[in-house]
């Protein structure tokens, strides 16, 4: 299958600092990537969705000014957590999305983040 | 609004033991039906896509199914290492890719 890339798997950052998390897409162009946010013992909930070279839309109740998230090419998306607080510590999985019969549908999902704010 | 409900929360079952995991869904109109398997500490894992009511798809010991409002994962004799949270998540047709997924089911299968 399809192979999404996130990094890093873990980062552990001061209160206040931002934090960037990198999404590629290796072998296949992503035209559509997605963010979520998954919460212990909770399922996926989704933050933003990104088409390469176009703003990101992002769900409600999600600030955007907080989750910075770029989308430049059609392999690399960046999720930026700017002055993160400890509420914002949560597990942050990226997936991606291409164009084909094969890659428009099913989603492939990077490993995961773990950010933890101290 | 499109929702998907998983059911049980959680399973444990003796090895060798089979059983069926439940995806309920609604949504306006499904493009495809996603079963994933998630371990812990990790980004989800695809295991099949369905598309139409009746369509079955298999992978070692799991089964998938699809009907017009759920889906099952059915799961064969099964071994420890099958151990894992499974998601499932429909995918509504029309131009937004929105996926929605359901909360998991939490799959232990002890020796």
């Known amino acids: 299958g399809a192979v999404v890339s996130q990094h890093p798997s873990w980062v552990i950052c001061k209160s206040g600092t931002s934090v960037k998390i990198e999404c590629r897409s290796l072998?296949?162009?992503?035209?559509?990537m997605f963010w979520y946010r998954q919460f212990p013992k909770q399922s996926l909930m989704l933050m933003a969705t990104?088409?390469?070279?176009?703003?990101?839309?992002?769900e409600q109740g999600v600030e955007k000014d907080k989750f910075l998230i770029n989308h430049a090419s059609l392999t690399l998306s960046t999720l930026t957590v700017t002055s993160a607080h400890p509420e914002d510590s949560s597990f942050y999985i990226c997936?991606?999305?291409?164009?084909?019969?094969?890659?428009?549908?099913?989603?492939?999902f990077g490993q995961g983040t773990r950010l933890t704010v101290v | 609004e499109d929702q998907v409900t998983q059911s049980p929360e959680a399973l444990r079952l003796q090895e060798g033991e089979s059983s069926s995991l439940n995806c309920s869904y609604t949504?306006?109109?499904?493009?495809?039906l996603f079963w994933y398997r998630q371990d812990p500490g990790k980004g989800p894992e695809f295991l099949f896509t369905?598309?139409?009511a009746g369509e079955e798809k298999e992978k070692e010991r799991l089964k998938a199914t699809l009907t017009k409002k759920e889906s099952f994962l059915h799961i064969t004799a099964p071994k420890p290492e099958d151990s894992a949270t499974y998601l499932c998540?429909?995918?509504?047709?029309?131009?937004?890719?929105?996926?929605?997924f359901g909360t998991g089911t939490k799959l232990q299968v002890i020796p």
């Open positions: 997936s991606a999305r291409g164009s084909g019969a094969v890659f428009n549908t099913e989603a492939f």
């Open positions: 072998d296949f162009q992503a035209t559509t």
């Open positions: 990104s088409n390469e070279g176009s703003k990101a839309t992002y």
């Open positions: 949504v306006s109109g499904l493009r495809g």
């Open positions: 369905l598309y139409s």
């Open positions: 998540a429909a995918d509504p047709s029309g131009g937004y890719q929105k996926v929605t």
